[in-house]
């Protein structure tokens, strides 16, 4: 059974999947709520260890650095729920989540280049592989206690 947390988060995960897809364009007001769930979460309920939610912090920081150096080449968005996903999890399931995203990501673009359904200057939008990643962790067992 999966425990409440993790359904709220996949639940948000896949609310921020579709804007992504419709719009490219993530609420900057949900991701505010989201940040402060994450953080009240973590000091309110799970109090997990400091040093491992701050490597999360510091890889969404990461992320947003290169979201800014590289012009948007992973967006705002996507970075700054990497962000929040940091909080929530902590800096090795964040990492794990971020490895299957990556993973899938790379399997679908190799396709969709292959069947020749996208050009290489094509943009997939990454919050979907990031909530299929998140997914896979939950039913792998990674994530779960």
Known sequence: MWP????????ILVNLSIADICSRKISVYLLVFCNLT???YQILIEKGDIWLILGGVG???LFLVISRITREGIGYG????ILI?????????LLEVLLTAFLILGVVSAVCLGVKKMSRKYRLPFLPFLAAGYLCSIL???MCE
Do not use: K, R
């Open 4 to 11: 409440v947390s993790q359904i709220i988060c996949m639940g």
């Open 38 to 40: 994450a953080l009240g």
């Open 59 to 61: 890889v969404g920081l």
């Open 78 to 81: 996507d970075s700054w729920t």
């Open 85 to 93: 996903m940091g909080i929530y999890l902590g800096i090795w399931e």
């Open 140 to 142: 792998t067992g990674g």
